[in-house]
């Protein structure tokens, strides 16, 4: 009211002093609030005035105090619930990068830049070279390094002749040098001759003659063996450049996916005003203060709550039973960080998945080998979806498991970064192109969504993978190329729908080669799946592991891998 009234510092003091007196003798009850007032008031007039004139009058006082003797002690006062919905200040002041529409605007110009960078890349890569052309750009690189060389070399006897690169006699000799990679003493002068010029019958001695020759092979060849190298460097800066592209492109993709993530983020702010205003509500009278919460209802719902630290031991439960009410959904709590330099708790809620998922893997190291070449995975994403994974590096041992793990270390990663599953691929094929040595490796990605109830397969150069319904198996084949052999990979996508009970199988080719009864070798497995009448994913996975090793008569000629998943509907 002193606020309001636009008084004298003091008489807003006197208030605040006699307030938190009053409060101090609360224990003694209304008559404790009443002296406590009246005590503040004298103390704080007295320090503002040096002497005891009231500077909130007695009368006010005493008007005040009947009326609190007036009133039940039976009545009780909440001020929060009178002012609900009224927001004295922000709730989160748009944490971090989360909220913010610059954030967005941001993203997309960083986007547009990267993807402007990787057209750049293109265009320098994409001139279509042909034979002819990669010829005549070596040959000069050859020329250029045959002319270094014949510096300080005019007085040799073939200077003039092998200096005029213009004629016929540099290209035979070139073409010479291209089929044969180097040029013998006789092979020159058999050039020369056939270009009418001879090194026999000048006025010169034969030895004489005979060092300049050698001492003109050995120019012609230094510069070949150079050139060779300066050429096939310059062919791998122009592949380097297509994959640069490719890997700009990557980032590009997924920067702008950010953006377009965060700016539906933002656009829903304005959608669930209701249930946050309800949820917020609801854990206040439960003593659980929200200090922030985003609601993210596309396509899972997601919800960030920040609230007070306390002591509530059930707290969990009733933050998600107050949301399972509100938003009707089941939730489930993701991740509780502790924020302790705002003396926070951050909880990431997620709606529960709708199926539930069971894995089985069971593997074998070929005989004689250190490790298996095999490489798999198994793990949660951060938006909820479940990724499986095989991939076979070529060959076996140390090598092939250096090839496979980057695969799959280098898949997780990309996923979880935010990356497009097709853009990831790409990205993982580039860096092996890019790799000193040749490596290549298999890649069979399962990837479930176990809350809209759908799959999603993508394959290259794996084997096929088998989907079991009750007695039914159907097989799931491609016919795509391992990653790490060509640049433009197109990867193989099947899309399916879970049903309950459902029983899929991936495996690495040491499980179907193993068998050479059948000429389609994948037709053992698939009779193997519908003879089998169990159902734990465990024990479907050994069995076929042991009959893959049964079929070569124990020994295991192969790195062998399956993975087994069974789907089960809540």
Same mark, same amino acid.
């Given at each position: 009211?002193?606020?309001?009234?636009?008084?004298?510092?003091?008489?807003?003091?006197?208030?605040?002093?006699?307030?938190?007196?009053?409060?101090?003798?609360?224990?003694?009850?209304?008559?404790?609030?009443?002296?406590?007032?009246i005590?503040?008031?004298?103390?704080l007039?007295?320090?503002?005035?040096?002497? /005891?004139?009231?500077? /909130?009058?007695?009368?006010? =006082?005493?008007?005040?105090?009947?009326?609190?003797?007036?009133? +039940?002690?039976?009545?009780?006062?909440?001020?929060?619930?009178?002012?609900?919905?009224?927001?004295?200040? +922000?709730?989160?002041?748009?944490?971090?990068?989360?909220?913010?529409?610059?954030?967005?605007? %941001?993203?997309?110009?960083?986007?547009?830049?990267?993807?402007?960078?990787?057209?750049?890349?293109?265009?320098?890569?994409?001139?279509?070279?042909?034979?002819?052309?990669?010829?005549?750009?070596?040959?000069?690189?050859?020329?250029?390094?045959?002319?270094?060389?014949?510096?300080?070399?005019?007085?040799?006897?073939?200077?003039?002749?092998?200096?005029?690169?213009?004629?016929?006699?540099?290209?035979?000799?070139?073409?010479h040098?291209?089929?044969?990679?180097?040029?013998?003493?006789?092979?020159?002068?058999?050039?020369?001759?056939?270009?009418?010029?001879?090194?026999v019958?000048?006025?010169?001695?034969?030895?004489g003659?005979?060092?300049d020759?050698?001492?003109?092979?050995?120019?012609?060849?230094?510069?070949y063996?150079?050139?060779?190298?300066?050429?096939?460097?310059?062919?791998?800066?122009?592949?380097?450049?297509?994959?640069?592209?490719?890997?700009?492109n990557?980032?590009?993709?997924?920067?702008?996916?950010?953006?377009?993530?965060?700016?539906?983020?933002?656009?829903?702010?304005?959608?669930?005003?209701?249930?946050?205003?309800?949820?917020?509500?609801?854990?206040?009278?439960?003593e659980?203060? /929200?200090?922030?919460?985003?609601?993210n209802?596309?396509?899972?719902?997601?919800?960030?709550?920040?609230?007070?630290?306390?002591?509530?031991?059930?707290?969990?439960?009733?933050?998600?039973?107050?949301?399972?009410?509100?938003?009707?959904e089941?939730?489930?709590?993701?991740?509780?960080?502790?924020? %302790?330099?705002?003396?926070? =708790?951050?909880?990431e809620?997620?709606?529960?998945?709708?199926?539930?998922?069971? /894995?089985? =893997?069971?593997?074998?190291?070929?005989?004689?080998?250190?490790?298996?070449?095999?490489?798999?995975?198994?793990?949660?994403?951060?938006?909820?979806?479940?990724?499986?994974?095989?991939?076979?590096?070529?060959?076996?041992?140390?090598?092939?498991?250096?090839?496979?793990q980057?695969?799959?270390?280098?898949?997780?990663?990309?996923?979880n970064?935010?990356?497009?599953?097709?853009?990831?691929?790409?990205?993982?094929?580039?860096?092996?192109?890019?790799?000193?040595?040749?490596?290549?490796?298999?890649?069979?990605?399962?990837?479930?969504?176990?809350?809209?109830?759908?799959?999603?397969?993508?394959?290259?150069?794996?084997? +096929?993978?088998?989907?079991?319904?009750?007695?039914?198996?159907?097989?799931? %084949?491609?016919k795509?190329?391992?990653?790490?052999?060509?640049?433009?990979?197109?990867?193989?996508?099947?899309?399916?729908?879970?049903?309950?009970?459902?029983?899929?199988?991936?495996?690495?080719?040491?499980?179907?080669?193993?068998?050479?009864?059948? %000429?389609?070798?994948?037709?053992?497995?698939?009779?193997?799946?519908?003879?089998?009448?169990?159902?734990?994913?465990?024990?479907?996975?050994?069995?076929?592991?042991?009959?893959?090793?049964?079929?070569?008569?124990?020994?295991?000629?192969?790195?062998?891998?399956?993975?087994?998943?069974?789907?089960?509907?809540?």
């Amino acid at each position: 009211m002193g606020i309001i009234a636009n008084n004298e510092p003091v008489v807003v003091a006197a208030y605040a002093i006699s307030g938190l007196i009053s409060g101090i003798l609360n224990k003694f009850g209304k008559i404790g609030v009443i002296g406590g007032f009246i005590l503040g008031n004298i103390v704080l007039s007295y320090f503002a005035n040096g002497m /005891v004139i009231s500077i /909130v009058l007695f009368k006010e =006082i005493l008007i005040a105090g009947i009326a609190l003797i007036a009133v +039940p002690k039976n009545i009780n006062l909440n001020i929060e619930n009178i002012l609900i919905g009224k927001k004295f200040l +922000p709730i989160g002041a748009n944490r971090g990068l989360n909220k913010s529409k610059e954030t967005v605007n %941001k993203l997309n110009n960083i986007s547009k830049a990267v993807e402007a960078m990787a057209t750049s890349y293109k265009n320098v890569a994409a001139t279509a070279i042909t034979k002819e052309d990669l010829r005549e750009k070596n040959k000069q690189k050859f020329i250029a390094e045959l002319l270094n060389n014949l510096d300080n070399m005019e007085e040799n006897l073939l200077y003039e002749i092998i200096s005029n690169v213009e004629g016929n006699i540099v290209d035979e000799i070139f073409s010479h040098l291209m089929e044969n990679q180097f040029i013998k003493e006789k092979d020159l002068i058999r050039i020369l001759a056939k270009n009418n010029n001879y090194v026999v019958g000048f006025d010169q001695d034969e030895k004489g003659i005979e060092e300049d020759i050698q001492k003109m092979t050995n120019a012609i060849n230094s510069a070949y063996r150079i050139s060779k190298m300066n050429f096939i460097w310059s062919i791998r800066l122009d592949e380097e450049k297509k994959n640069f592209e490719t890997q700009l492109n990557g980032v590009s993709h997924a920067i702008s996916g950010l953006a377009k993530d965060l700016d539906d983020e933002l656009q829903e702010e304005n959608l669930n005003l209701e249930e946050k205003e309800q949820i917020i509500t609801i854990l206040k009278q439960k003593e659980i203060l /929200v200090q922030d919460i985003f609601i993210n209802t596309n396509d899972r719902c997601k919800v960030e709550l920040y609230i007070e630290k306390n002591e509530i031991k059930d707290a969990q439960k009733q933050i998600l039973d107050v949301l399972n009410k509100i938003l009707k959904e089941k939730f489930e709590i993701k991740q509780e960080t502790e924020i %302790k330099s705002e003396n926070l =708790i951050k909880y990431e809620i997620i709606a529960q998945d709708k199926y539930i998922l069971s /894995v089985g =893997i069971s593997s074998k190291t070929k005989e004689n080998m250190p490790v298996s070449g095999d490489g798999f995975l198994k793990t949660k994403l951060k938006d909820g979806k479940y990724l499986l994974a095989i991939s076979d590096g070529m060959g076996s041992g140390i090598k092939a498991r250096e090839s496979s793990q980057i695969v799959i270390s280098m898949l997780q990663r990309l996923l979880n970064s935010g990356f497009e599953k097709q853009t990831s691929i790409e990205l993982i094929n580039s860096n092996l192109l890019n790799t000193q040595e040749e490596t290549f490796a298999t890649l069979d990605i399962a990837i479930l969504d176990l809350y809209k109830g759908n799959m999603e397969f993508i394959k290259n150069g794996a084997m +096929p993978t088998y989907i079991k319904q009750n007695k039914k198996v159907q097989v799931i %084949k491609s016919k795509t190329l391992p990653t790490g052999i060509v640049k433009e990979l197109n990867a193989d996508v099947f899309d399916k729908d879970l049903e309950n009970e459902q029983i899929i199988v991936m495996c690495s080719d040491g499980i179907l080669d193993s068998n050479i009864e059948y %000429k389609n070798k994948e037709l053992w497995l698939k009779y193997l799946l519908e003879d089998i009448e169990i159902t734990t994913p465990q024990k479907i996975a050994d069995i076929i592991l042991n009959e893959a090793i049964d079929n070569n008569y124990g020994k295991i000629k192969d790195d062998m891998t399956v993975i087994v998943f069974k789907i089960v509907k809540k």
